[in-house]
């Protein structure tokens, strides 16, 4: 009985830990998966609204630059982010179901948003995966997206909480 | 309801109507066109309505969607719309002529500030996306509340919410970036042009120091200088205010201008 409320207590501190807009990065020879999650005490429409707002991302955003292009599935957008500022990245949207899922990407490379609704409002999560037969030979060369994708998250909460507050 | 009761009621609301959808369409003739569909609609369901909302709600929502279908096909203008259109004006004499023919011979063409600070909202809200820019005139101009947005526009109340919140700010960087009335680091001074060759009898300052908005500049945070601006819009129905006639002559011009500019820059 012992074990088992200690293996509870993990479990949920685990589930804690998760959520808590920390970001986790799994290096492997071929790929690198960067993951985050976050509660957000806002309805998923929002969330989602604001993720798919193209051209409203940089004035609450802070790791974007710009966002050019319609997020439709199908669609293909040209995002600048701060970590590269000099580059433009061609993403096409690959995957859109509202208030759910969102995935961009191209080659390289792929972003995933989930949204969950709970009871507080959204549970948040991103991920990126980025590899390929290559990916060894310029892994090295590739910044961290941690501080970065705990920003993107810190903002979108902040925007959303304010958003879901207003009268 | 009966259609007598129906047609009192719908006289009531039928200038905010007008005052709203005209700055939905920047377009006397679509104004004209989807008010007036709007009676048709409304009048020949009005057995559907069942108090669900009150009647000006229900109105309104026939309205709005009216005028979704009249713009959805329409590209948005850009932010820097009342500059392009300056300069089409410059360039076009017969613009001109035409609203100092409208000085001398109509009553309502006495422009003063506050209707041009109206006008200008009006074309750069058409900057904002649709839903956007209707949620902001419902609530911010016509007093609808979040619930009432959420029934017309058959959506959640936290989607409306976004719609106000990106609505305002997004209003907030245009006007700090661009009015010299809330920021002295602002590029444009249209308005006081505008009153010199329209009015030049008019005192400028003194003017100036009637609107809440340029007394509480220096101290207010935007957010209180966009209400106190949509404040200004209130007080005045495109229709009837003093200077009605200029306004809307100008207004005919810069949704000409935008056709076309919009059309060549597809």
Redesign the interface.
């Known amino acids: 009985m012992k074990y088992f409320f200690t293996i509870i207590m993990l479990m949920t501190s685990f589930a804690a830990m998760a959520q808590n807009g920390k970001a986790t990065t799994v290096k492997k020879t071929f790929n690198r998966t960067t993951t985050i999650s976050q509660v957000i005490n ?2 998923p ?2 969330v989602w ?2 993720l798919t ?1 193209g ?2 991302f940089s ?1 609450w955003n802070s790791t974007i630059v710009s966002i050019e292009g319609d997020i439709q599935k199908g669609e293909k957008i040209k995002l600048k982010s701060t970590l590269d500022p000099s580059r433009t990245f061609k993403l096409k949207v690959k995957e859109m179901v509202p208030d759910q899922t969102l995935i961009w990407g191209d080659a390289m490379g792929k972003r995933t948003y989930t949204l969950e609704k709970s009871d507080s409002g959204t549970l948040f999560k991103m991920e990126e995966k980025i590899g390929g037969f290559m990916f060894p030979l310029f892994a090295n060369k590739i910044p961290s997206f941690d501080e970065s994708f705990e920003q993107f998250t810190a903002d979108l909460k902040k925007e959303a909480e ?3 507050k ?2 | 309801m009966d259609a007598k009761a129906f047609t009192s009621e719908f006289e009531k609301v039928k200038p905010q109507l007008k005052s709203y959808i005209l700055r939905m369409t920047a377009s006397i003739q679509d104004t004209e066109d989807i008010v007036q569909d709007t009676w048709i609609k409304a009048s020949s369901n009005l057995a559907s309505f069942k108090g669900e909302s009150s009647l000006k709600t229900w109105i309104f929502s026939i309205a709005s969607n009216l005028a979704i279908d009249n713009l959805r096909r329409k590209k948005r203008w850009p932010e820097n719309v009342t500059d392009i259109c300056k300069e089409a004006a410059k360039n076009d004499m017969s613009h001109f002529q035409e609203a100092m023919k409208i000085i001398e011979t109509s009553e309502y063409a006495k422009f003063e500030i506050k209707e041009h600070i109206a006008f200008c909202f009006l074309c750069i809200a058409k900057s904002l996306p649709l839903e956007q820019h209707l949620c902001l005139l419902l609530k911010e101009i016509h007093d609808f509340k979040v619930k009432e947005l959420a029934q017309i526009l058959q959506t959640t109340e936290a989607l409306i919410k976004y719609h106000l919140y990106s609505a305002r700010q997004k209003m907030i960087e245009v006007f700090d970036g661009r009015c010299a009335l809330i920021n002295k680091e602002g590029m444009c001074h249209q308005c006081s042009e505008i009153n010199g060759i329209f009015n030049p009898k008019q005192n400028l300052q003194e003017e100036l120091v009637k609107i809440k908005m340029t007394k509480e500049a220096g101290k207010a945070d935007k957010e209180r200088l966009l209400d106190l601006r949509m404040e200004v819009l209130k007080e005045i129905n495109p229709y009837t205010s003093g200077a009605h006639e200029l306004q809307l002559h100008h207004l005919e011009h810069n949704r000409r201008v935008m056709e076309e500019y919009l059309e060549k820059n597809d």
Do not use: Q, Y
Request: aromatic share 0%; no cysteine.
């Open positions: 806002a309805d429409s929002i609204a604001l707002n051209a409203d004035r304010t958003i879901a207003s009268n």
